[in-house]
């Protein structure tokens, strides 16, 4: 298990990565579960109801759109490279908008110059998501803390306060307000209620000025792994301590800590996403709706009164279940324990008010020689095609575990010689030219990118069925990760050809090639790498 903090001011840029003394999962380390469950085979269900583009999101940063030089101008190349993805999960340090206490500044930031209303209305334009995860303290909270014990990973509370208590969370939470004022749907907010900083640095400097209901973002998140527990007391939250700062984030403890404070009480409509939780367990989500049961009661309709819109977890793929909880290497998705874990979390969340969303906003893997989750090489396959494989396969097991959206780690390195577990799981290269990885999003997100996956019909291989307006695609694959390959006789019914897609690293799209059918079955050879079939 990882855990960073990115800083970066002005042109300079500083990582950070704290590591734990695990990388692992601490409580579910059972084997995991059959790739699909005996029941479902041949079984029809119901279409999913996310098309498979919202298994193709990204986790990264603002200055992932611009170039060293200009900050307040999105650079076409690297955007392009960005709109290969669905959509972002945008690591939003609290400082970069409220640089001084109730100082805030978006188009231009006062930390950094960054221009947050073009970024997101660019990605409103090109119809990709912005999930915003605002995470971090800045600097004028944690000068409220000792020094010597002041973290940008700490609790988002001053020093000292009752964490039990929403109304400690007040400062995170004006921050939800106006975020959620700004950028959400509602343009009836009370204008009074929005803070822009209008001060200007310098001549033509760009002036702040309140704005509301620009409907560019659905989603935000609060907070990142708040259950830091490798970071200590300072920066760890218990499952009911989050719970109340959610609470006083999400509409400010049901309206009661004021106006101009929390979300829902700025823009009743957007999705406020519960920060992932770095233990892949749901028993923190579990004491979090007890804690709403007891605190926030009951609605009208009987449903407990949540904080939370979406389920949020963080799971990588290594052997860590199978070694007492230390991960060596990663494993490919199908052979970990990644959808034993969804199972649980999809069961759990059933059984909140009738069934809640559960997304996964981290995931993916290392292409580094050492680090404990590096993609390995299998034959003449170097690490980089493993990981386009694992990865193209891992939002495959997450849109046929039920899961409703997958983010993965990240767009671009840290560190790709670096030993370190999560510094080289970029889909990019320095030069922002795309690795295979980002290939093959580009290439599964323009071919089956709006269809739902409706089953899967074998086991070994896979094979699972994506639909669209009626059309079937199939996606083939084996799931191992020695070099293996098998001969699969697939029913197309009546068609007398089909086109088999094939991934083509370097290339914008799919290789496609037009077979023949024999009496309506294609004899295919399937590997580990997913092929897609249509009939024609």
Known sequence: MKKRYFAKV???????????????????????????????????????????KAFLGVNAFEWDYTTEVNHGQVDEARFQIIKSFSGIRHYLDWQRIENKEGSFTYSPSHYGDWDYDQIYQRMKDAGKDVLIDL?????????????????????????????????????????????AARYGSNKNVDKSLLLADPTVRWRDDPQNLPKAGLGLITYIECDNERDKWWKGPLAQQSAEEYAANLSAFYDGHKGTLGKGIGVKNADPNMIVVMGGIADANPEFVRKMVQWCKTNRGTKANGQ????????????????????????????????????????????????????????????????????????????????MITQADWNMRTALLYARSGISKCMFYMLDNVDVNSWTQYSSS?????????RPSADYVLQANKLIGEYHYSSTISKDPLVDVYMLNGKKTFVLTIPDQVGRSKTYDLDLGSSKEAIVYSFAIGKDQMDAKTVATKNGTLQILVTETPIFIQAK
């Open 10 to 52: 002005g042109v300079a840029v500083t990582f950070i990565i704290a590591i734990t003394f695990s990388n692992c999962k601490k409580a579910i380390l059972a084997a995991p579960e059959n790739v699909v469950p005996p029941e479902t085979v041949g079984v029809t269900p119901p279409l999913s109801a996310e098309p498979f």
């Open 135 to 179: 995470k971090g303290c800045p600097d004028w909270l944690l000068a409220t803390y000792p020094v010597g014990q002041r973290d940008g990973e700490n609790v988002p509370a001053p020093y000292g306060l009752n964490r039990s208590q929403p109304a400690t969370y007040i400062k995170q939470a004006r921050v939800g307000f106006q975020l």
């Open 304 to 383: 407990i009164d949540l904080c939370f819109d979406v389920v949020n977890y963080h799971q990588y793929a290594n052997d860590a279940f199978k070694n007492n909880g230390n991960a060596t290497v990663g494993l490919a998705p199908e052979l970990s324990d990644l959808g034993k874990v969804a199972s649980l979390f999809k069961e759990f969340a059933k059984s909140v008010n009738g069934g809640i969303p559960v997304w996964v906003t981290e995931t993916g893997y290392d292409v580094g020689e050492h680090t404990p989750q590096r993609a390995i090489k299998i034959g003449s396959k170097s690490s």
């Open 426 to 434: 970029g889909f990019i290269n320095p030069d922002f030219s795309r």
